[in-house]
């Protein structure tokens, strides 16, 4: 089992950017898929992105179109979630989660059945 705990999180204006952060502790990182997925207030928890297990492939939802970019740093078993241009709609819980299985492809992070450990949640607030 892995602990995952997101950083980073906080309140900004419309326009600005943000940097998540995700520490993994517990079990080896660097041979599983990762994401980010959110839950704004009132509704269900979304895909936002993935990064597959070496950072070659990543995958994201049609709404990102650019403005959120992931990376990962297996030797500080970390994932990162650089979300630029922030809209007062990216206001959310985000959750980092990693896969239930090795070398789970990015795109198979977007399906919840795959992921195996979640975070606790860090709140992005978006004013505009």
């Known amino acids: 089992q892995v602990q995952l705990v997101e950083s980073g999180g906080g309140s900004v204006q419309a326009g600005d950017s943000l940097k998540l952060s995700c520490a993994a502790s517990?079990?080896?990182?660097?041979?599983?898929?990762m994401g980010w997925f959110r839950q704004a207030p009132g509704k269900g928890r979304d895909f936002v992105t993935a990064?597959?297990?070496?950072?070659?492939?990543?995958y994201s939802a049609d709404w990102v179109k650019g403005r959120f970019i992931v990376s990962r740093d297996n030797a500080k078993s970390t994932v990162y979630l650089q979300m630029n241009s922030l809209k007062p709609e990216d206001t959310a819980i985000y959750y980092c989660?990693?896969?239930?299985?090795?070398?789970?492809?990015?795109?198979?992070?977007?399906?919840?059945?795959?992921?195996?450990?979640w975070g606790q949640g860090t709140q992005v607030t978006v004013s505009s």
């Open positions: 990064i597959s297990w070496d950072g070659s492939n990543t």
């Open positions: 989660a990693a896969a239930k299985k090795t070398f789970t492809t990015a795109q198979r992070m977007a399906l919840s059945n795959d992921v195996g450990s």
């Open positions: 517990g079990r080896t990182f660097g041979d599983h898929a």
